[in-house]
């Protein structure tokens, strides 16, 4: 078998196990959200479809989680199962066309992320680099941009397509909510391209790879807050959802959606979570690195060649750590969205458009306009390869710090003022 034919066949296995194993997850992250909601706002979860019909585990009905683990199964059953219904006075085609539209962009993002190091595998005397994830662009984070404006199409024709003032309605909404968040998601991650000098994701992580403090998170705490509003926006999640505003809407883009397609679009919405997550955790959490460095020794005791079936790996004990502290970040990632989502009501739609033209976009410009003066008076100039001073972390967190604090002295202004003049 040639060099190429080989490297195909990996290619082919990373894209099933990673996209297997992210689509199997969303259940169980729409089951989770229904547990850690119900136990937010102190009410009974799903505590029914479990494993209470297997002999001597009747005692387990009501306990936490596992009371109702097969939820996910019996909802995707479920809508597998019902009806899809079509309204006479469709587009069929664009209704047909909109799910798919806004399913396929979220799975395309997954091709960009690195969820671990590079792993060496040798069969016979070939030697192949293994990427933990499925490909790597010198252009990811533009990849990524020009991946997530093609999502908002399949809204816009979902509502379009269904010929309904309140679907048409939630359609219009997304189209302005994505056009208003779009701008401060590009220009929230200006600042770490401007330090990094980069637009890799995998070099975005070798950025921070020493330890916690070297995360990004730190040298750029007021765009890693705008890029995260911004992203709950663009993912249409509470409190920023307005497109699926079901007391005003139905149920908004979706509203005459049903079975397979309504999944599509609910399976879309989850696994975009699970994606902004990655791409957050991976720019800003040190991606798939841990809290610290291990000793070098530790390295190379795990990073032992391992023979398998007349394959030789090296570097399996580095891609399962990386593995472990990748998923933990994302994990407390969805819960964090799912906190928001119990707590915080949703916005009036001018308030959603004032947030993010007269707040957001604001902030965005002066954060940039203040990391590039902070990288040229206290950097110097920057050399590749070379760990960032530890004198530009602290001064790009101290600036993002007053950042935060004088944005934070306008918004209380504004709110007085406001509240004095609607007395």
């Not at 000793?295 to 990386?322: D, H, M």
């Amino acid at each position: 078998m040639s060099e190429l034919a080989i490297q195909n066949i990996i290619y082919i296995v990373k894209i099933l196990v990673i996209f297997g194993a992210v689509l199997t997850a969303v259940p169980f992250m729409v089951m989770l959200e229904r547990i850690l909601i119900a136990r937010i706002q102190h009410r009974v979860g799903p505590n029914r479809v479990g494993l209470d019909f297997i002999p001597g585990l009747g005692f387990l009905k009501n306990k936490f989680i596992i009371g109702g683990i097969l939820q996910a199964i019996v909802d995707g059953a479920k809508l597998f199962l019902k009806e899809d219904i079509k309204p006479l006075v469709v587009d069929r085609t664009l209704h047909t066309l909109a799910p798919l539209l806004t399913l396929v962009p979220a799975i395309l993002i997954l091709a960009i992320v690195p969820f671990g190091p590079i792993i060496d595998l040798w069969i016979g005397e070939s030697h192949f680099p293994v990427l933990a994830g499925i490909t790597s662009f010198p252009i990811d984070v533009l990849f990524y941009f020009a991946v997530t404006s093609v999502a908002v199409y399949g809204l816009i024709l979902a509502g379009y397509a269904s010929n309904s003032k309140y679907s048409l309605l939630g359609g219009v909404r997304s189209s302005a909510q994505m056009i208003s968040y779009e701008l401060t998601l590009a220009l929230s991650l200006a600042g770490v391209l401007l330090i990094a000098g980069t637009l890799s994701l995998r070099d975005l992580v070798a950025v921070q790879a020493p330890g916690v403090w070297e995360w990004n998170l730190w040298r750029q705490p007021l765009g890693a807050g705008l890029f995260l509003l911004a992203g709950m926006a663009e993912l249409n999640r509470l409190p920023f959802d307005l497109p699926e505003g079901e007391g005003e809407l139905g149920a908004g883009f979706h509203t005459e959606y049903s079975s397979m397609k309504f999944a599509m679009f609910f399976m879309a919405e989850y696994m975009n979570m699970f994606t902004f997550s990655a791409i957050f955790t991976t720019i800003f959490l040190g991606g798939f690195h841990g809290l610290f460095p291990l000793p070098e020794a530790v390295y190379v005791t795990i990073n032992q060649p391992v023979g398998l079936l007349g394959f030789e790996i090296a570097g399996i004990g580095s891609l399962l750590l990386g593995l472990f502290w990748f998923s933990v970040k994302v994990f407390l990632m969805l819960c964090f969205f799912v906190l928001v989502r119990g707590t915080l009501p949703r916005f009036r739609y001018d308030q959603l458009m004032d947030l993010g033209w007269k707040v957001l976009f604001p902030a965005a410009v002066l954060n940039m306009v203040v990391t590039a003066v902070v990288v040229a008076l206290v950097a110097g100039p920057l050399v590749a390869d070379e760990p960032l001073p530890g004198r530009l972390t602290l001064a790009l967190l101290a600036a993002g710090i007053v950042q935060i604090v004088i944005i934070d002295m306008i918004l209380s202004a504004r709110k007085k003022r406001l509240l004095r003049y609607a007395h």
